[in-house]
């Protein structure tokens, strides 16, 4: 029995080809694969942890600034913002290339900083 088209010229059967069930988004995929919660709860963490991490750095700079308004008077903001980009240029020129062959980025990005820690808490 031949199709018979409908208003639209399109056939039956074709009409019934065009409404497919909708594909899934690959972040839908990754939510329903067994044992995405463990992965999403240490995603969760790790975005916590570089959070506090530029907190603490906000508030030592901040710190920084009244210590230093002691000794240089109302430029101790351009003192203590000047240190902090040349420690950003100066650590991003030296290790730019380690970070960049890393197999474990995050476990590099994890020693920098308990090493960056460890030296703001010597001062």
């Known amino acids: 029995m031949p199709d018979r088209p409908d208003i639209m010229g399109k056939s039956k059967r074709s009409a019934r080809r065009t409404f497919k069930t ?3 988004t690959p972040t839908e995929v990754i939510g329903q694969a067994p044992g995405s919660r463990g992965r999403r709860d240490a995603r ?3 975005l916590l942890l570089f959070f506090l991490s530029g907190a603490c750095g906000l508030v030592y700079q901040v710190v920084w600034t009244r210590m230093l308004t002691q000794v ?3 430029s101790a903001v351009g003192v203590v913002l000047a240190a902090c980009m040349s420690g950003l240029a100066l650590g991003s020129w ?3 290339s380690l970070a ?3 197999h474990s980025p995050l476990r590099l990005y994890a020693i920098l900083e308990v090493g960056g820690t460890g030296s703001e808490l010597a001062l």
């Open 72 to 74: 240089f008077g109302t």
């Open 94 to 96: 030296l290790l730019g």
């Open 22 to 24: 909708p594909r899934k």
């Open 100 to 102: 960049d062959c890393s």
């Open 44 to 46: 969760r963490l790790v």
